[in-house]
């Protein structure tokens, strides 16, 4: 089994900024790829960034104020959110794509999630 364990949401006025960490553990054989995504209320759950071998991904309404960055060693990833809007309010989930046994597929994991409100 595989846990990823999210921490660093919050309550933040506009302007402001919040790190996000989410850290992978369990039956872990090899990690192809961490990200984020978020989810507001009413909305589809979306893609904010992601990183795979050092090559990051993000979400063109995000570009330019956050940055996601990763620790292999931790099997940990971090999600530094500058310059915070309201339409930034979300449930944000840490995803992982996760190999646990060699030479089998690598599979979907995620986490429980975590609330970040931006106040106007």
């Known amino acids: 089994q595989v846990q990823l364990v999210e921490s660093g949401g919050g309550l933040v006025q506009a302007g402001g900024s919040l790190r996000l960490s989410c850290a992978a553990s369990?039956?872990?054989?090899?990690?192809?790829?961490m990200g984020w995504y978020r989810q507001a209320p009413g909305k589809q759950r979306e893609l904010v960034a992601n990183?795979?071998?050092?090559?990051?991904n993000y979400a063109d309404s995000v570009k330019g104020r956050f940055t996601i960055s990763g620790d292999d060693a931790k099997n940990t990833v971090y999600l530094q959110m500058n310059s915070l809007e309201p339409e930034d309010t979300a449930v944000y989930y840490c995803?992982?794509?996760?190999?646990?046994?060699?030479?089998?597929?690598?599979?979907?994991?995620w986490g429980q999630g975590t609330q970040v409100t931006v106040s106007s």
């Open positions: 369990g039956s872990i054989f090899s990690i192809n790829a």
């Open positions: 990183i795979s071998g050092g090559s990051t």
């Open positions: 995803n992982a794509k996760v190999q646990t046994i060699p030479h089998r597929p690598y599979y979907d994991y």
